[in-house]
């Protein structure tokens, strides 16, 4: 089967930027909570989400990103989040799950949006 | 492209048919000819994402949980139907009845808690178009229904 969600980390300085490509829904468990222990297990405090390259997102995969940022959240962990088309924006906002990661126009705003 | 795949389409009057093997691979396909026919109706792109989405969801929900993760064991029947003021969406399987009791908005703890989308497809589905019901057919099937308003041209 062909790979349907790739997940790749950055790092710039203290901030962490998962870079998400495909579709994101059920097959994005595992490499997301991949990539965000081995953040976590660099001390890294500041994550940022980036959707640029996503194509699509379900039920499944909000459900898995609302469990990641609100688990991580509790531990102190800050998200951000970038790259969302308007209708997605729409239904991270109708979810709640702005509350939890604010959405913000590019990596740059993002970057800032941690000052 | 279609018959490759395997997705069988039938035009009856007024309505368009397609059925599709259960199988998350074809989902794809599907949000492909849904915003195709969408489009054609005249409904925004807003609105497009939305009837897309909501699809989507209720293909998906239909084999995580009517044919319970069995993927290509039965297959889905769609159905398009355009009124001069609805578009109705039909979505028919043959597998587990589930009971839609009352679609509440989710609960953030319980995917903390029970690592499950905690009914946030249906949530979804609700919130997504103008009308959804949901009938179980004692003759083997059961019937999502969704209705999008279409605004007078």
Do not use: W
């Given at each position: ?115 | 492209?279609f018959q490759v795949l395997r997705l069988k ?10 059925s599709i093997p259960?199988?998350?691979?074809y ?127």
């Open positions: 089967m062909d790979e349907k969600v790739k997940v790749d980390v950055r790092k710039l300085e203290d901030v962490a930027i998962i870079d998400m490509k495909g579709d994101v829904t059920s097959l994005a468990d595992v490499p997301l909570h991949g990539a965000m222990e081995s953040v976590v297990g660099e001390g890294i405090k500041k994550v940022i989400f980036n959707f640029t390259d996503v194509s699509y997102i379900n039920s499944s995969g909000i459900a898995i990103l609302i469990g990641i940022v609100t688990s991580y959240n509790a531990k102190g962990i800050n998200f951000k989040v970038y790259g969302l088309t308007p209708h997605f924006k729409k239904i991270f906002g109708m979810i709640g799950l702005t509350q939890y990661a604010p959405i913000l126009k590019s990596e740059e705003e993002a970057l800032k949006n941690f000052a | 492209m389409m039938k035009q009856e009057g007024r309505r368009i048919v397609f259960g199988e998350t691979d989902l794809i396909q599907i949000r492909s000819l849904i915003s195709t026919v969408a489009s054609e109706v005249g409904l925004a792109e807003e609105e497009l994402y939305k009837i897309e989405t909501a699809v989507d969801e209720a293909c998906a929900n239909v084999i995580e949980h009517a044919y319970e993760g069995e993927e290509g064991s039965k297959p889905i029947q769609i159905c398009l139907e355009v009124t001069p003021s609805r578009l109705i969406i039909s979505v028919k399987d043959y597998g587990r009845t589930f009971n839609p009791g009352t679609i509440n908005p989710p609960d953030l703890s319980k995917f903390i808690k029970e690592k499950r989308d905690g009914g946030l497809g249906l949530f979804l589905l609700q919130s997504l178009m103008d009308e959804i019901n949901y009938t179980s057919d004692p003759r083997g099937y059961n019937e999502l229904t969704l209705i999008k308003y279409l605004k007078p041209q």
